[in-house]
């Protein structure tokens, strides 16, 4: 069977929107039956790119695509949503594949010297790219919308007020964060509720970024930005927040990671964990693990709770934020688009390609696929002293309302 009659058979059984393959001999078949006018084609430039992804699936396309032997005409978020629609079943990963991955799992493990080279890998790429295209707080985690037109800016904004809500911080209380990013957060917190925040992060870039912007605030008082493993923390703090570093962290350091809050959170503290999540435990796609995030790993719930249960650790709430993050996304890749030129000149046509299929496939499995985003809210202790409900996380102007057995 020849390789286009293969991929024709394929997509014979697809019931998606509509979309378009066209074959590097010229020859064109349309697939589907849904319009809602999102119409986009494929376009195999070689039998090169054709023969793997036909061979090799996604991380087939996703290679074949950053070398150009692949190009997309209209959204290429729509063309990666394809394999999630229901009545599509594609490619299962060859035993060459599979092979790969297990020698990236152990090239890329999280040992501390491990840890700092995966994390170097992306983070280090340069405070002006990501400058490019992330908001003026540099966050690069989920925002929370009030609105779907809401500005990036402030659903960010929205994102740490959410936060701080969520621990109920106040004034004098210590904070210990784990992975600050490019500092938002702890700026943010101490700034407004005056806490004062040790921060652990191992990307220099991120770091050195950090504390110049708490030093332009005035808030090197308040803030402690360690260029140091959360596995060194030392002391214990009222509160803990981690805001997208569990992906980092690796499947075989949870249990590290939840000892970590037990140990170094007082009695009756509360502590929040966002993180990207999946529906269910898969190991990470080849593509991500190569060129994204060496090293990292999506959790599902099942993955992370087993050992918070071990401490007794208490989760008071689970926040599922799975589209708001395809929104975050969204503007993420409109800015990255804006600055297309610039980033080609500094890292070449690859490394664009690469970051946008990147971006545009993280859209689609938001929107369309298994991942989700998921905020825990935890307490150590027996926490008796607990909110009634939900609604002081949304209106700041609400009552607080707490209660326990005896109220």
């Known amino acids: 069977m020849k390789t286009r009659d293969f991929i024709k058979r394929i997509f014979s059984k697809y ?30 430039v070689t039998e090169k790119g054709l023969k793997n992804f036909m061979l090799r699936g996604d991380i087939g396309f996703a290679e074949s695509y950053m070398l150009g032997e692949i190009q997309v005409e209209g959204d290429l978020a729509d063309c990666l949503s394809v394999p999630y629609d229901p009545s599509l079943s594609l490619f299962e990963p060859t035993v060459r594949d599979k092979v790969k991955f297990i020698t990236m799992y152990l090239k890329n493990r999280n040992t501390l010297k491990g840890s700092k080279r995966n994390i170097k890998s992306h983070y280090d790429l340069g405070n002006d790219f990501y400058r490019m295209w992330l908001d003026e707080n540099m966050q690069y985690t989920c925002a929370f919308f009030d609105y779907p037109e809401q500005s990036l800016k402030d659903a960010q904004l929205n994102k740490m007020e959410y936060v701080c809500r969520k621990l109920e911080l106040k004034p004098g209380e210590t ?37 110049e912007w708490a ?45 970590i809050i037990h140990d170094h959170l007082k009695d009756e503290g509360l502590g929040l964990i966002h993180s990207i999540t999946k529906r269910h435990p898969v190991p990470t796609d080849l593509f991500t693990d190569t060129y994204i995030f060496p090293g990292g790993y999506i959790p599902a ?9 071990k401490h007794n650790l208490i ?6 934020l799975r589209l708001h993050y395809a929104r975050t996304l969204h503007f993420w890749r409109e800015q990255f688009y804006e ?7 500094n890292f070449g046509e690859q490394f664009v390609r690469m970051w ?15 991942l989700t985003l998921s905020q825990l809210l935890i307490g150590k202790g027996r926490m008796s002293h607990a909110r009634l409900n939900r609604k002081a996380f949304h209106d700041p102007e609400g009552e607080d309302y707490h209660w326990n057995f005896w109220t």
């Not at 074959?23 to 986009?40: A, N, S, V, Y």
């Not at 700034?191 to 992060?201: A, H, L, P, Q, R």
């Not at 099942?302 to 249960?309: F, Y």
């Open 301 to 309: 719930l099942s993955d992370v709770i087993p050992s918070l249960e």
């Open 15 to 44: 019931r998606g929107k509509k979309f378009e393959i066209q074959f590097p001999d010229g020859e064109r078949e349309t697939f589907g039956d849904k319009d809602d006018g999102r119409f986009f084609s494929v376009k195999f």
């Open 356 to 370: 946008d299929i990147y971006l545009s496939g993280a859209i689609a499995s938001f929107s369309a696929g298994d």
């Open 339 to 345: 600055h297309k030129a610039e980033i080609m000149e």
């Open 315 to 320: 989760i008071f709430d689970i926040d599922n």
């Open 215 to 259: 030093k332009r605030e005035g808030l090197q008082d308040r803030i402690d930005f360690l260029e140091e493993d959360y596995r060194n923390v030392t002391g214990t703090f009222d509160k803990f927040a981690s805001i997208g570093m569990l992906e980092h962290v690796g499947k075989s350091n949870y249990q590290a990671f939840a000892d």
């Open 175 to 211: 904070v210990l964060e784990t992975g600050s990013g490019w500092g938002g957060f702890a700026v943010y917190a101490a700034k407004k509720y005056n806490v004062k925040v040790t921060s652990y992060n191992i990307s220099h870039e991120q770091v050195s970024y950090a504390r």
